[in-house]
């Protein structure tokens, strides 16, 4: 499989899902928004959405502090924490640059500039994107099971689509963001946190053990 080839083909997959049905008439910058009939039951529900986030970021945090960045596995935690911020920190100046209203607040997908409105890109949708991200390219080609974990950012966006969180456009930003920022911190060949942290921090805790 291409060293991208999962990424490419989650972002496909998110497209057509993301995609209006031809009963509805698409708006927003790439024609594909409206909003989806509200469902907040089963697993989309709004609260194993927040599981779903704070246990990928409870995990990459405590597997780097346990692992250190010394070895390639402890390196690859460490660059998801790095595309955590920096791609949090970029979609935060971004939702309140666009100020785009939600579809939970506006049924028009063109409401952008009011001043009110955070709904672009999607920053859940960022965050698991570019959490995964490090892991996808550093061990999909040696175990090619890695590549289900872009199934996470997936599943984020249509579940922010259902539950009227987003727009189409939203979640397929945020996808194209982490996925970007987790590429671009995975090159570097030392991790930006991990450079700051004490030498404790930067071995691991599991060697103090």
């Not at 456009?169 to 700051?196: C, K, M, N, Q």
Request: hydrophobic content about 40%.
């Amino acid at each position: 499989m291409p060293r991208y080839g999962a990424a490419l083909g989650c972002s496909g997959i998110l497209f057509l899902l993301a995609a209006p049905g031809s009963a509805h008439a698409g708006s927003g910058p790439l024609g594909i928004d409206s909003r989806l009939t509200y469902d907040d039951s089963g697993i989309w529900k709004r609260s194993t959405q927040n599981a779903l986030i704070d246990g990928m970021i409870g995990v990459v945090a405590v597997g780097a502090l346990w692992e250190g960045g010394e070895d390639r596995l402890g390196k690859t935690f460490w660059q998801s924490v790095d595309a955590g911020i920096v791609s949090g920190v970029a979609a935060t100046v971004l939702k309140y640059t666009f100020s785009r209203e939600r579809p939970s607040q506006t049924p028009d997908a063109d409401r952008w500039f009011t001043g009110h409105g955070q709904s672009f890109p999607s920053g859940e949708v960022t965050t698991v994107s570019s959490l995964v991200t490090p892991f996808v390219l550093e061990y999909g080609r040696d175990h090619p099971v890695v590549y289900a974990l872009e199934l996470l950012p997936l599943y984020d966006a249509v579940a922010r689509l259902k539950t009227r969180g987003h727009w189409q456009t939203d979640v397929i930003a945020g996808f194209a963001l982490g996925t970007v920022s987790g590429y671009l911190l995975h090159e570097r060949s030392t991790p930006l946190v991990w450079s700051l942290m004490p030498h404790a921090i930067q071995v691991g805790i599991k060697v103090q053990f």
